[in-house]
């Protein structure tokens, strides 16, 4: 069974660049798709975007200009990285995996970012 | 983007009574509809994929229905370790979006 672990900063400083890795252990990266999801009080699960193994990406239009997914097959580890946050990207990030037909299982346990001065 | 909507926020119900969850998306969905369960301080779990596929290991009291745009999720007899929050969420185009969710309380 596929485990994923999320890992960085729990605190970021507003207008700064947030960087979170996931760990994939107990089975390959290759021929799945790897997905970044939120969660705020405020906003509910928002899906942030995922990478194929092949590296091809797709991403929240609300997102998109601030998001950068990228995946290190090598290490079973993927990341995300969300550029200029602000308080309103304050929220438990958690890693998943994605199967073709869109649903999400498992996950990570989340880790919590607060961004704040 | 596809809003999904989740009704009641809330509820309280006793041990062994049968629970319905109801979810709609602002547009049809077809079958592209998959509930989760999320525990305080834990992440979200699948338990129903493709509106009514049983995830692997989930107990048979759970079932889902529904397409278009209602769906409903069912808990045939609750029990107290159902507690927590369900939320539905729409795999049928980017963005994936999920529902607001539902707080289970076992009296």
């Known amino acids: 069974q596929v485990q994923l672990q999320e890992s960085g900063p729990g605190l970021v400083k507003p207008s700064e660049t947030m960087s979170l890795t996931c760990t994939v252990s107990?089975?390959?990266?290759?021929?799945?798709?790897w997905s970044w999801i939120r969660q705020s009080p405020g906003k509910g699960l928002e899906w942030i975007g995922h990478?194929?193994?092949?590296?091809?990406?797709n991403y929240n239009p609300s997102l998109q200009s601030r998001v950068t997914i990228s995946v290190d097959t090598s290490k079973n580890q993927f990341s995300l990285k969300l550029t200029s946050v602000t308080a309103a990207d304050t929220a438990v990030y958690y890693c998943?995996?994605?199967?073709?037909?869109?649903?999400?299982?498992?996950w990570g346990q989340g880790t919590l970012v607060t961004v704040s001065s | 983007d596809i809003q999904m909507t989740q009704s009641p926020p809330s509820l309280s119900a006793s041990a062994g009574d049968r629970v319905t969850i109801t979810c709609r998306a602002s547009?049809?969905?077809?079958?592209?509809l998959n509930w989760y369960q999320q525990k305080p301080g834990k992440a979200p779990k699948l338990l129903i994929y493709?509106?009514?596929i049983l995830q692997s290991g989930v107990p048979s009291r759970f079932s889902g229905s529904g397409s278009g745009t209602d769906f409903t999720l069912t808990i045939s007899s609750l029990q107290p370790e159902d507690f927590g929050t369900y939320f539905c969420?729409?795999?049928?185009?980017?963005?994936?979006?999920f529902g607001p969710g539902t707080k289970v309380d076992v009296k």
């Open positions: 969420q729409q795999s049928h185009n980017t963005p994936f979006t």
């Open positions: 998943a995996h994605k199967v073709q037909s869109n649903w999400f299982e498992p």
């Open positions: 547009q049809s969905i077809s079958g592209y």
């Open positions: 493709a509106a009514s």
């Open positions: 107990g089975g390959s990266m290759n021929s799945y798709y």
């Open positions: 990478i194929h193994f092949s590296g091809s990406t």
